[in-house]
Each structure stands twice: as structure tokens, then as C-alpha cells.
């Protein structure tokens, strides 16, 4: 069902007609294939299950449910060479590789019915479009198509000597935006779902130095966005923010040199400047990156709402905690809200979270989530099961919220229960690492406990963690905005402050 309701979505977002496209059965009655088509848009449908009680009063593996469902599938599939893309949403980089796509699926068409004459006048059309737009994979393979006819179909020495330089030039700027993909999906892939990578050096520096003697012979939009997110990525792995920062500003340039570049190009390079200015606490400047990306930004879509988290992060990182408020409502109560993903979802689970946390110990004084003194711990740890298993991410946020909530609610019993689970699972998960400050943090945490709650107790153990956190700032975390929702060192604050404080 998954695959068949995102064509569903995808189809509807374009605005097709549904009848015309998907088929009308005799005498005016609406297809099955149609009813299905439109029960799964309107969110009639969310499971095979349903779908196959409805129409069949069988299990989804019914014969004529499976057929029901394929007819659907293929006829969305051709329904996708229908999409008007004149229409708003799309920008002039989508409109020119969606046409060449669909007409160069057409010249193959032709030539395997022997049409070579239309098929080539068809794809130098195209061929003059690809080059503009840098779509290195059809160049290649029209420059291939042209060199092919004009050496035997319609002999011509001139076409097919230019034809032949040209298929050898591009075939090395495809070869060389491939091996950008790869050394960055090769990244991207370690970094989320490797866990030995966490123990090892980034191998960011050496990808980008494979690739960086490349960039003078090829200036692609392709091969410069995946040599720079390199660039990128190896300074910030090295905690050079400064420079990262820098690295964003030349890629921004880079980029703007190439007249049909994607806004989300300069999005991506923008957050990551967001992110520098997060961790080195350039908050004026990190605030000019998120207006300058919102202007880019088409609100409620996906990139507006990550630049309202990285905004959020940064009010709470500037003790703007009221804007941090109105940021978070904003988006929580946008109505494409609820189409992000389960993890984005989650992400922003955690941050009511903080926020409800900072209501309740005074530094909040109104907030439209729950009312101070009802969140409800258990409730909230039900809600983020994706990231209260993510054992070296953001599950770090979510374990430090229940300490805080328990101590400022007074349940020392709770706090006492679960000092001997929470070292163990400092020991176990929170090396010395890109998560070191989350381990200092914890263990400073424990150390309320372990005074039996007594302030002046407290401080005196305190101290040496506190020094620790001294010697390995924020700006040093490579991790340090998405795990420290707010500064520890001013958490910190706030947590002792709140110990003398009956609760209210």
C-alpha cells in the first residue's frame, strides 16, 4: 500500500484528472480501479487490509485484490507522463529535466521502431536543453545516440567528429559527478548507520582532496554541490566551524555562478551555515542565514519546516525562549505538520519537551502545550519510541529531560531508582567521542543524587565536571546542537537553581 499511496499523493499534488487518466467503466459508472484510486487519496484507505475487505471481503493477497491493485498501479505510473509541469511548484531546473526525461524516453521509442530520422531531430532538441541545464547522463547518452547516426545512418565527418568530443567530454564530467555521489552517499551512509564510525576518523578530508583537483576541469551544479557538502562536512568533523562557515559562503558562490541552480542547493549550504553559527554562538549572524533562507523557502514544505527547528535551536541557544515558543507553535500547528515523516515528527515531540520543561521551573511564563505541572513523563517517552532506541543520538536529549523533570518535580525516589542504569548506560554508549559532553553532562547530573539533593553538596561535587565542560566547549561537540537542545553548561544553571525551589 505504501508504494501504491505515494503515487496516489504524488498524482493528486499534480492535479490530474483522476477519470480521464485512470479509466471510466461503460455507461458512466465509476471504475474500481477510480474508486480505489479516489478512496486512497481521501485517506478512505490507509491499509491492503481495508481495501481488500471493502472490495472483495478478502485478505490482501486475494488474487483479484493483487490484480485490482496492480491495474491501479500501472495506470498511476503512466499517469505520470501527464504532469503539467507549467504549473507553480516547479522550477525551471524541474521543468527542463521532467521534458527531457519524457522526451528521450520517446527517441528510444522511435529508434526500436526504426523512426531514426524523427528520433535524432528529437534529440538534438533535447541536446540543447541537457547542455544548459548540465544533465550529464542524457548527454552522454544522445551524444552516443548522434555519433552512432551520423557514422552510419546519414554519414557526415564533420557531425561525427564533433558529436564523438563531445560524447568523450561528458562521459568524463558523468564519471566524475558520479564518483562526488558516491564518495558523499558513501559518507552520508557511515555516518548514519555504521556504528563503528563514531570510533573512527571521517573520511570526509580524503574525499573531498579525491576530489578537489577535479573542480577546475568540471564546474557542474552536480559536482560542485557533492564536492563542497565534502568540504563541508570534513571541517565540521574536524570542528573547524569557523572555516566550515567560510567553505558554506564558497559554495553559495560557486552555485550562484550557474544560472538554473535549485533553491534547494543554496538551502542546504545555508542550514549548514546555520549550523556553524549555532555552535560557535554567532547568533546575530546565524539569525540573518534563517531570514535569508526563508526567502527561498516555500512554507510547509520540507525545508521550511527544518529551518524552523534549526530557528528554534538557535532562540533556545540565545535565551530567546519566548520566540523559541512562537517557532515551535508555528510549525506544530502548520497544516503539513502531520505529513512529515515519523522521525521529524518525534523531533519536534522532543522539543515541546524542553519547552514544557522551561514552563515548568518559571522560565516560560505561558505556552498553549500542556499546562505546567501535567506533562506526563511516560506519556511523553510512548510518543518517541524511533528515538528513545537510538541509543547514541537523540535519545541522549530525551534520557536528560527525565532526570530534569524528575528533579524539578521533587521524585528523588525516581532519581535514587535509576542512578545505576543511567551509569551503565553512560559506560556503555556515551564514549569519549562526539559524545563526550553528553557523558560529563549525565554524570554531573548524577551528582545531584548522590548529594541527597543538598545544594551547597551539589556545587562541591559538581566541580569537576563542570571544569571538564570548560575544556570541551560546544563549538569542540561535532554534535553539539542537535544534543544539547539548550547549552549544558546554562541547563546546568537552571537545574541547581531550581533545587532550593519547592515544587509549585
Known sequence: MEI?????????????????????AEQGRVSMVNSLYVKIASREFCTDEEAAQYYFNAAPNDHAYRKLKNQLKNRLVNAL?????????????DRAYISCCKEWAAVKILLNRGASKIAVDLALKIFKRAEYYQFSELLVNISKILRLYYSTRQ?????????????????QLWQSENLAEDLYIRLVYSHLFDQNASTEPSPARAYYEQLAPLQEQHRSYHFLRHMYLLKVAALMAEVNYAEAALACDEALAALSSIEFVPKAAFLTFLYQKLVCHIQLKNYLAGRM??????ELEKEGSFNWFKNRELCLILALHTHNYAEAQQVWQHATNHPSFHTLGKRALEKWKIYEAWLEYLLFIGKLKSSSVEASGKFRLNKFLNEVPIFSKDKRGMNVPILVIQILFLIAQKRHDAVLSRIEAIERYCSRYLKQDENYRCNVFIRLLLQIPKAHFHPQTVLSRAERYLKLLEQYPLQMSPQGYELEVIPFEELWAMVWGSLGKRRA
Open 81 to 93: 507522463f501527464f504532469i503539467d509541469v507549467k504549473q507553480a511548484g516547479y522550477s525551471d531546473w
Open 155 to 171: 554519414p557526415d565527418a564533420r557531425k561525427l567528429k564533433h558529436y564523438d568530443e563531445l560524447h568523450t567530454q561528458y562521459v
Open 289 to 294: 542565514v534563517v531570514e535569508k533562507a526563508l
Open 4 to 24: 501504491i499511496q505515494d503515487l496516489v499523493d504524488l498524482v493528486s499534488r499534480n492535479k490530474l484528472k483522476s477519470i480521464e487518466l485512470l479509466g471510466q
